[in-house]
T-cell receptor, first 113, second 114 residues
Framework: DQQVKQNSPSLSVQEGRISILNCDYTNSMFDYFLWYKKYPAEGPTFLISISSIKDKNEDGRFTVFLNKSAKHLSLHIVPSQPGDSAVYFCAASDMDSNYQLIWGAGTKLIIKP | DAGVIQSPRHEVTEMGQEVTLRCKPISGHDYLFWYRQTMMRGLELLIYFNNNVPIDDSGMPEDRFSAKMPNASFSTLKIQPSEPRDSAVYFC????????????FGSGTRLTVV
């Protein structure tokens, strides 16, 4: 049973436009969410996170929104740049499971020039 | 800091052979994780250590897989005997503590078993 789902395997966006990556989860006990970015032949790198007590966290061009009632979070990238082309993983954790990260399958973002 | 260092970057081996993957975590990090990434299953946690002690190995797929952490600066993941279905990218990651602060990943080892 997938507790963290990224239903879009890939997404193509024009350079300069907004990229929106989505993530759904089923476990209401999750209290911390993270986004990781992965380039080919490299390990995932931490991008941005959000605690369940917040509904928005912003860091430069990256904003993560959390909708707890819908068990949904999204990552917005504005404006999108060619260097943003990568695979983006959503991950969730909760204190009860000792903060073990549960990962989504990833979404491949392609920024078109 | 050089980050999490994994070796080798690529490994091609024949079915039945023993394979050893190596990882050097970031100095001072208390936790070390071994992950496997495949197209079918995404990122799977295999095992993690805290202060060199294995805490949860429930993700280790079979007895053919074993992991050790003899000291704070070195860990190995061994597959013996290897099988073609073990072909994947294996990542090592480390973190400062168990809180939700995210992990630092190595660049991974791409294993191909033929």
């Amino acid at each position: 049973d997938q507790q963290v789902k990224q239903n879009s395997p890939s997404l193509s966006v024009q350079e300069g436009r907004i990229s929106i990556l989505n993530c759904d989860y089923t476990n209401s006990m999750f209290d911390y969410f993270l986004w990781y970015k992965k380039y080919p032949a490299e390990g995932p790198t931490f991008l941005i996170s959000i605690s369940s007590i917040k509904d928005k966290n912003e860091d430069g061009r990256f904003t993560v929104f959390l909708n707890k009632s819908a068990k949904h979070l999204s990552l917005h990238i504005v404006p999108s740049q060619p260097g943003d082309s990568a695979v983006y993983f959503c991950a969730a954790s909760d204190m009860d499971s000792n903060y073990q990260l549960i990962w989504g399958a990833g979404t491949k973002l392609i920024i078109k020039p | 800091d050089a980050g999490v260092i994994q070796s080798p970057r690529h490994e091609v081996t024949e079915m039945g052979q023993e394979v050893t993957l190596r990882c050097k975590p970031i100095s001072g990090h208390d936790y070390l994780f071994w992950y496997r990434q495949t197209m079918m299953r995404g990122l799977e946690l295999l095992i993690y250590f805290n202060n060199n002690v294995p805490i949860d190995d429930s993700g280790m797929p079979e007895d053919r897989f074993s992991a050790k952490m003899p000291n704070a600066s070195f860990s190995t993941l061994k597959i013996q005997p290897s099988e073609p279905r073990d072909s994947a990218v294996y990542f090592c990651a480390s973190s400062l503590n168990r809180g939700p602060y995210g992990y630092t990943f190595g660049s991974g080892t791409r294993l191909t078993v033929v």
